[in-house]
């Protein structure tokens, strides 16, 4: 069970259809990524002397490259090690050595940042720029076929920041793409072949966990030629590319439906918009089936299962008369098929209706482990069960309802942020005595980040001396939006801060 063979067999049933598009250009056929795909394999193998197993990384803004490398991994029985472009180049760092990665393909803007780190990832050998010669030549040669792999190979480190502040890397095998692919079609959705998928949301995370249903279907993979979520862009590219499935973060939808070129889209554009990673406004949802019309579907997954946990359908955006539709688009939705999925105490007992508890999930889509992290493994999977540090409550019809997304966890603009690292970077400044890391609501991004600040006695320090010190150690979506100096932080009777106090102050 090689997750390869779904190019293939698309290559087979849709050799025409156009496979990947820059913007409103075609780029390449199913039959002609394959062919691609298998070339690549062969210079990965054979040139770059990997074997099956090893890892290969890339740090890429959205671009086609991103799914020829992909599955060029894939073919020839590699591991791929997707990195969020965003990241800081420590943060790049820290997942090469993890990962161990041998090579790591770039685009442009971020060649510069890999090559900086290189001598601190012993395992990297290569870099290979997607603009360069060195990646076009990968096109030239002879096939591979696709590498036998077994259904639990690792084909896919999805790292994940933990509440340590050290990201983690989810080990997803062939076998849990293709239960999360299979479950698409169960409770998302059925692309008809032919229609399209616009990347607009990072192509490491949920929009790039979509390909493979899309892909699977014939469908086209468009990416945006200015790389990013641009809404006049993005609606331009619906127009060429109909029928479209798009994967957003709530704030992305809301950018959609405040801007005027949203008045411009049209029935049958967009098939589907499957929306997660933060709460959405039922204020906003309502907004968005009003102008866009019943395309939208909510999703409840993490890394460690990809995209899925539980769904809200499209029936169920749709279902208007159900007295309790607004509780429902509030909810997360009902277990996904492929899955099981619990709420229990700390004891792993399931909780009564309506009681809060901690949500347990198991089924094909669960990760194997955390690479080369027993410990976190181990906290974990229990007993065959993903504890996924959420917790939440199933009402008496089986919606779950999220009542907080892990203990302390930010999430801001879709993005997980954990104040654990944001922390550990502030308190290395010698000035600052103790810190804590919490959320604010913010109307557009959902939350931020604020941080309070308790200085030493007879130093000074500036928020922006604190700024400054995030920028050079972490990625600049994560630094606080905020510096709050205090002469002590509230602690309880163990001398715990109490972060719920802090909560109350903004």
Known sequence: MNIANLLIKSAQAFPDYVA???????????RNLLRKVSVMATHLRHRLTLQPGDRVAFAMTNGVEAIEIMYAIWHAGLV?????????????????????????????????????????????????????????????GDPLPA????????????????????PKGATLSHRNLLAMTLNYYADIDRPEPGGSILHVAPISHGSGLWNFPVLARGGVQVFPDSGRYDVPETVGLLRRWPDATIFLAPTMVKRLI?????????????????????????????????????VMVQLYGQGESPMTITHLSRAEHANRDHPRWEPRLASAGLPDSCVEVRVVDEAGTPMPTGEVGEIIVRGETVMSGYWQNDAATAKSLRDGWLWTGDVGCFDEDGFLTLKDRSKDMIISGGSNIYPREIEDVLNTHPAVQECSVIGRPHAEWGEEAVAFVVVREGQRITGAELDTLC???????????????????????????LKTELRKLV
């Open 20 to 30: 990947l598009a820059k913007g409103e250009t075609p780029h390449l056929t199913y």
């Open 80 to 140: 791929a090690v997707p990195m969020n472009a965003k990241l800081h180049p420590r943060e790049f760092a820290f997942i090469l050595q993890n990962a161990g990665a041998r090579v790591c393909v770039v685009t442009p803007d971020l060649a510069e940042s890999i090559a900086a780190i290189k001598a601190d990832c012993p395992a990297l050998e290569r870099i290979i720029d997607v603009t360069t010669r060195d990646y076009s030549f990968m096109a030239v």
């Open 147 to 166: 590498a036998m792999t077994a259904p639990t190979d690792p084909a896919w480190l999805f790292y994940t920041s933990g509440t340590t502040g050290r």
């Open 258 to 294: 405040d801007h005027p070129a949203a008045a411009d889209i049209t029935p049958g554009q967009i098939r589907t918009i499957t929306y997660g990673g933060a709460p959405m406004y039922v204020s906003d949802l309502k907004t968005s089936l009003d102008m866009l019309g019943n």
């Open 471 to 497: 920028l050079e150690n972490i990625a600049r979506y994560k630094r606080p939006k905020d510096y709050k100096f205090v002469a002590a932080l509230p602690k309880n009777n163990y001398g715990k801060i």
